[in-house]
């Protein structure tokens, strides 16, 4: 059993009139912020928004990259050319450094987003140009990755800090996988239920997967997403049980 976890989530993803998330409310239970960059969600009025609500909040701020994906909120896969996907992660932590600057904060760390995040857990040639791109701009930032998967171990390799992540309304494979979004029971929507599984993974090391095994995972923080239905409620009702189990929430990385 661990007795601190990190609790994250993706914030900074409204768009001109169109808003997502409530990103005022969920920086007051979390402890990391996962912010648009502007390639998949975010502008910049907001996002400049969110990194002054998060310093506010004493909330660890990171770059939460993607493919160029504004139409499909980056959940599309995309082969994009090794020097052009380091460009891009490149240049997205670059301007969420200058307006974390102008909020008077910083970017400790990057958590790539959407299909790009679940392309590099095992494409190594994206994960590669991933991890150029932060090596390139700032190899003190850490990577966020899937709990078990190998880009941990290649960002390892190349000299980077990395975090494990478990995802709290997403099903698991008895792999430790996260379910494909397109099957029936991937997202988990129930706010006891999630945080109850979250308490078990962090004193028993593992949850149950999708058939009912368990299955290990080893997590140094926990996501909930927050474009979720009831996001909210989720994160509150993880941080409350877990504080009540003797569990500290606090960043992996202080802003």
């Given at each position: 059993?661990?007795?601190?976890?990190?609790?994250?989530?993706?914030?900074?993803?409204?768009?001109?009139?169109?808003?997502?998330?409530?990103?005022?409310?969920?920086?007051?239970?979390?402890?990391?912020?996962?912010?648009?960059?502007?390639?998949?969600?975010?502008?910049?009025?907001?996002?400049?928004?969110?990194?002054?609500?998060?310093?506010?909040?004493?909330?660890?701020?990171?770059?939460?990259?993607?493919?160029?994906?504004?139409?499909?909120?980056?959940?599309?896969?995309?082969?994009?050319?090794?020097?052009?996907?380091?460009?891009?992660?490149?240049?997205q932590i670059g301007a969420l450094q200058g307006l974390a600057a102008a909020a008077g904060s910083k970017v400790s760390y990057v958590k790539p987003h959407g299909a790009l995040y679940n392309t590099i857990a095992n494409d190594e040639y994206q994960g590669l140009a991933v991890i150029e791109g932060i090596l390139a701009i700032d190899p003190n930032l850490a990577l966020v990755g899937l709990a078990?998967?190998?880009?941990?171990?290649?960002?390892?390799?190349?000299?980077?800090?990395?975090?494990?992540?478990?995802?709290?309304?997403?099903?698991?494979?008895?792999?430790?996988?996260?379910?494909?979004?397109?099957?029936?029971?991937?997202?988990?929507?129930?706010?006891?239920?999630?945080?109850?599984?979250?308490?078990?993974?962090?004193?028993?090391?593992?949850?149950?997967?999708?058939?009912?095994?368990?299955?290990?995972?080893?997590?140094?923080?926990?996501?909930?997403?927050?474009?979720?239905?009831?996001?909210?409620?989720?994160?509150?009702?993880?941080?409350?049980?877990?504080?009540?189990?003797?569990?500290?929430?606090?960043?992996?990385?202080?802003?």
């Amino acid at each position: 059993m661990i007795n601190t976890i990190d609790l994250n989530s993706d914030l900074g993803e409204s768009f001109g009139q169109w808003r997502m998330g409530e990103d005022e409310e969920i920086l007051g239970v979390i402890s990391s912020a996962n912010i648009a960059c502007g390639f998949h969600a975010g502008d910049p009025v907001g996002i400049l928004q969110t990194l002054k609500l998060a310093q506010k909040n004493d909330v660890a701020i990171g770059a939460h990259v993607s493919y160029p994906d504004l139409v499909g909120f980056g959940r599309r896969k995309m082969e994009i050319a090794n020097h052009e996907l380091t460009a891009d992660v490149i240049y997205q932590i670059g301007a969420l450094q200058g307006l974390a600057a102008a909020a008077g904060s910083k970017v400790s760390y990057v958590k790539p987003h959407g299909a790009l995040y679940n392309t590099i857990a095992n494409d190594e040639y994206q994960g590669l140009a991933v991890i150029e791109g932060i090596l390139a701009i700032d190899p003190n930032l850490a990577l966020v990755g899937l709990a078990g998967s190998n880009i941990l171990k290649l960002a390892q390799e190349k000299g980077l800090r990395t975090i494990a992540e478990a995802f709290a309304d997403r099903a698991y494979t008895s792999q430790g996988e996260l379910v494909s979004r397109r099957e029936i029971g991937s997202v988990l929507h129930d706010a006891d239920r999630v945080a109850q599984r979250m308490l078990q993974l962090v004193t028993e090391g593992g949850i149950a997967s999708i058939d009912g095994k368990f299955t290990p995972i080893q997590a140094d923080s926990i996501c909930v997403h927050g474009d979720s239905p009831g996001a909210l409620e989720m994160a509150k009702r993880i941080k409350a049980i877990l504080q009540q189990a003797g569990i500290t929430i606090r960043p992996f990385i202080h802003s």
